[in-house]
């Protein structure tokens, strides 16, 4: 198995494990009957990093400045992005951290770069925090800085022909990247609505639910304006006549003993 040396975090979730959690995604949204593409690995550079902020309070009379409040913490800066990020921070232990990659049979591993230096990362890492705790960038030290790459497993998933999406699971702890997969949930189609209203009104029951709710949506949808007062109604009685109709094919009538 090749290997990639770079200290990165491991690979502790499996190609046959993130396949059937991305199926079960899928599944959940509605789009079971698509498959699951080959992945992709790509890692990601970030350097993490411990941090020292503390505010000021100035007397009025001595003008003398002292600390008010200090905090400490750990954060990482995705070396791609440019953006802060705690979630890695709080995955990477340097007891952990791998020397090389091993990389899995027949799957791309795609190394991306980082944008800046340590000595640079260290200066955007200081602003940021900076923004973050509300202080002055020179009430913030940054320090014990290293690289780390983390493993993402990537998907690009086609929906339909204009719909193609990415997904990008954790390699490390298996968490989909953010706070949700972001697989949209597809509703049922036209079809499959009319499919499923024309199995409800087979029996009586159903036939008579369907039309006190319908009923009720068309009498908020069609309200009566000046020019035709009673449009709404109308309406609705075309309706009414055109689903009667339609039903007559699929509703067992009482017959007379």
Same mark, same amino acid.
């Given at each position: 198995?090749p ?5 990165c975090l491991?690979?502790?979730?499996? +190609?046959?494990?993130?396949?059937e959690?991305v199926?079960e995604?899928? &599944?959940?949204?509605n789009?079971?009957? $698509?498959?699951?593409?080959? !992945? ?11 941090? &020292?902020?503390?505010?000021e309070?100035?007397e ?14 750990t954060?990482?800066?995705n070396?791609?992005k440019n953006?802060l990020?705690d979630?890695?921070a709080?995955?990477?232990?340097p007891?952990? $951290?791998q ?14 770069? !980082?944008?800046?230096t340590?000595?640079? +990362?260290?200066?955007? +890492?200081?602003?940021?925090i900076a923004?973050q705790e ?9 320090h014990?800085?290293r690289?780390v790459?983390?493993p993402?497993?990537?998907?690009? $998933? ?8 990415k997904l990008?699971?954790?390699?490390f702890?298996g968490?989909?990247?953010g ?26 029951e159903?036939?008579s ?5 319908w009923?009720k949506?068309l009498?908020l ?9 009673n449009r709404?109604?109308m ?7 055109a ?15």
């Amino acid at each position: 198995m090749p290997k990639l040396e770079l200290p990165c975090l491991p690979l502790k979730v499996k +190609a046959d494990e993130v396949k059937e959690l991305v199926q079960e995604e899928l &599944d959940e949204n509605n789009w079971g009957e $698509i498959e699951v593409p080959t !992945p992709e690995i790509d890692l990601i550079p970030y350097y993490v990093f411990s941090f &020292d902020s503390y505010s000021e309070v100035e007397e009025e009379k001595s003008k003398i400045r002292n600390v008010e409040e200090s905090s400490q913490g750990t954060s990482s800066l995705n070396a791609v992005k440019n953006s802060l990020d705690d979630v890695i921070a709080e995955m990477v232990n340097p007891d952990g $951290i791998q020397t090389s990659f091993d990389e899995p049979s027949k799957v791309k591993v795609n190394v991306k770069n !980082p944008r800046f230096t340590l000595e640079e +990362a260290k200066g955007v +890492a200081q602003i940021k925090i900076a923004a973050q705790e509300k202080v002055p960038k020179s009430n913030v030290h940054i320090h014990g800085m290293r690289l780390v790459y983390v493993p993402f497993w990537v998907y690009k $998933i086609e929906l339909d022909e204009d719909n193609e999406i990415k997904l990008r699971i954790n390699g490390f702890s298996g968490e989909f990247e953010g706070e949700e997969s972001g697989i949209p949930y597809q509703g049922s189609t036209a079809t499959e609505l009319a499919k499923e209203t024309l199995s409800d009104l087979r029996s009586a029951e159903g036939w008579s639910t369907f039309l006190t709710n319908w009923g009720k949506d068309l009498v908020l949808l069609f309200q009566p304006s000046k020019d035709h007062p009673n449009r709404w109604m109308m309406i609705l009685v075309l309706l009414l006549i055109a689903l009667f109709l339609l039903a007559l094919g699929f509703v067992k009538l009482p017959t007379p003993q």
